[in-house]
């Protein structure tokens, strides 16, 4: 499907129908960086905190601190699955028992993913830009643009 098949149909005063194909303007290598889709630059944690038993989350937040408060307030120190939201829907908290242990072991906390946009091609000048509306979710860190705390990571 092209970019032009998904847009809206005028009708003209003659009754013929044809597309739509003012699209939104591609500005210094960005689509929609003015209205990106709402996911980019949320960060994905594995978190491991050790009590007599062993849980393992999967944290979804913009920043570590958010993923630590969220933490705070939503583990669980039962035998069950750990399943809630933080203060949107994007921010999510899995966990789960999965080994029974001693002692007092740190806490460690392992950056596993993000949200980025992608890299796209202009069909018409064949120019590369990132499109900010169509995100995608990326374990390779070379590929992420945010420092746990949400600031921004320098590229050379």
């Known amino acids: ?4 098949d998904i847009l809206p149909l005028i ?3 003659r009754g013929n129908m044809k597309a739509n194909k003012q699209l939104p303007p591609i500005i210094n290598g960005t689509y929609k960086k003015d209205n990106p889709d709402l996911e980019i630059g949320y960060q994905k944690w594995e978190v491991k905190k050790v009590y007599e ?9 913009k920043t570590k601190e958010d993923a630590e408060n969220l933490l705070d307030k939503e583990e669980k120190i039962r035998l069950e699955e750990v399943d809630a ?6 921010e999510t908290i899995k966990g789960q028992h999965s080994n029974d242990m ?15 946009p ?10 590369s830009f990132l499109n900010y509306e169509d ?3 990326t374990t390779h ?13 320098e590229k050379k």
């Open 1 to 4: 499907m092209g970019v032009y």
């Open 11 to 13: 009708i003209t005063k």
């Open 53 to 61: 038993v062993e849980m393992t989350y999967e944290i979804v937040a």
């Open 85 to 90: 939201y933080g203060r949107t829907f994007r």
């Open 102 to 116: 001693q002692g007092d072991e740190p806490t460690t906390w392992t950056k596993i993913e993000e949200c980025v």
């Open 118 to 127: 992608t890299e796209d091609n202009d069909l018409e000048t064949n120019e």
């Open 135 to 137: 995100p995608n979710w």
């Open 141 to 153: 860190d070379f590929e992420w643009n945010k420092n746990e705390d949400g600031t921004n990571i």
